[in-house]
């Protein structure tokens, strides 16, 4: 598998163009993609527990069964 980089170019006022190469590292790309996956899933369970909770404000029990079912994967602990 080939490694991504990310390529910078620098321009002196005098002389020849520099190419410098820099890797993301493991950790920080790691810790990153985990701290995004957290924020989405508070978001997705936050926002399916306010459509619970207005479905039962409403008294419907159609959307509160359909907001309920998708409710249940975030409930595996």
Partial sequence: MKKQKIVYQFFRYNGKKVKAKREITFELRLSSRLL????CFNYNKA???KQINRSI???NKSDFLKWSK???TFLWE
């Fill in 36 to 39: 995004l996956d957290e924020i």
């Fill in 57 to 59: 404000d409403e008294g």
């Fill in 47 to 49: 926002y399916l527990e």
């Fill in 70 to 72: 998708a409710y249940k």
